[in-house]
């Protein structure tokens, strides 16, 4: 504590009167006890207590480190003296116990060195193994003691060593994940400019195709309006069209006779009468293969629904 206070800068510093002191409304007894503590300090190391403005915050401080201070060495103290108790029971202790040695014809001086020797190691051995006596029984207990402890550690040893096994594992597949990941990247970067030129491409054909949509839509209103106009309804398929023209051709092959007849007439000279009833005659048979059409016609119809 002199080291603190001596290496603190004071110099300069102006003193303060009782006067002043009570004036300014400090607490008396703290400054006396401040005052007491500093000179028993200094006169401790040897020097005058230097003045300096006593101040609330200087005498606060001050207050507070000298409360420390002699906290500290009143449990100094009190270890001291318990140290000091300690080792004069020991001194005794070992007096007595030397005496004992000395009667026996055990003393140090008289012991051959080795012996000396070992008992310095079996001392040692009992410090080390933190025992009071080196009694055979206190040295088992204390290595059994040092055994399970042993045992407890090589347990949790082997119990790090085994989660640090886990570790590892986990770490060498996170590694080869990480590869494995920067290796997918890799290749993802370098199809970056394939797929966006594909992108390209695919945009290009979306508005020709979305072009072309709008253009058939057109076409096939537009169609369906012509199929509208001309009176195309659903029941008129592809294969009733085949069958009627099937039946037209039919129609032509047995109309085709009466026309070739019809033809030879033109040949005949003009007889008003005999002209006559050919005409009627062919009427009958317009009207009935006209009347065969619509049979057939009909018929293809109704087949169809």
């Not at 009782?18 to 190391?45: C, P, Y």
């Not at 001086?109 to 051995?125: F, G, I, R, T, Y």
């Not at 193994?129 to 040893?157: G, I, M, P, Q």
């Not at 394939?194 to 839509?217: G, H």
């Amino acid at each position: 504590m002199s080291d603190i206070v001596g290496g603190a800068d004071l110099s300069g510093s102006v003193s303060v009167t009782a006067e002043s002191s009570k004036a300014t409304g400090f607490d008396a007894n703290r400054i006396a006890e401040v005052k007491a503590w500093l000179t028993s300090q200094f006169d401790s190391a040897g020097k005058d207590v230097p003045d300096f403005e006593y101040t609330p915050r200087s005498i606060n401080e001050l207050h507070k480190i000298a409360t420390l201070s002699q906290a500290k060495t009143q449990a100094a103290v009190i270890v001291a003296n318990d140290h000091c108790q300690k080792a004069a029971e020991y001194r005794s202790q070992a007096a007595r116990i030397r005496e004992i040695l000395e009667s026996v014809g055990l003393a140090q001086e008289s012991l051959p060195s080795n012996v000396v020797s070992s008992a310095h190691v079996l001392a040692k051995v009992a410090n080390l193994l933190d025992v009071r006596d080196t009694e055979l029984s206190s040295l088992l207990v204390a290595v059994a003691d040092l055994s399970l402890r042993k045992t407890a550690v090589e347990e949790k040893r082997a119990k790090v060593q085994q989660e640090s096994k886990v570790l590892l594992e986990y770490t060498r597949k996170a590694i080869a994940r990480l590869t494995y990941l920067k290796r997918t990247l890799s290749q993802l970067e370098d199809d970056i400019a394939p797929c966006e030129a594909q992108m390209e491409n695919w945009k290009t054909n979306l508005a020709i195709m979305e072009s072309k949509e709008r253009q058939y839509l057109q076409e096939y209103g537009y169609y369906k309006a012509v199929l509208n106009r001309v009176g195309y309804t659903s029941e008129i398929s592809h294969g009733v069209l085949v069958e009627m023209a099937e039946h037209k051709k039919d129609l032509g092959k047995k109309t085709k006779p009466i026309l070739d007849t019809l033809r030879s007439y033109q040949d005949l000279p003009p007889d008003k009468a005999l002209a006559a009833l050919a005409i009627e005659d062919k009427k009958r048979q317009y009207a009935a293969a006209e009347k065969y059409l619509e049979d057939v016609l009909q018929s293809a119809l109704a087949s169809s629904e």
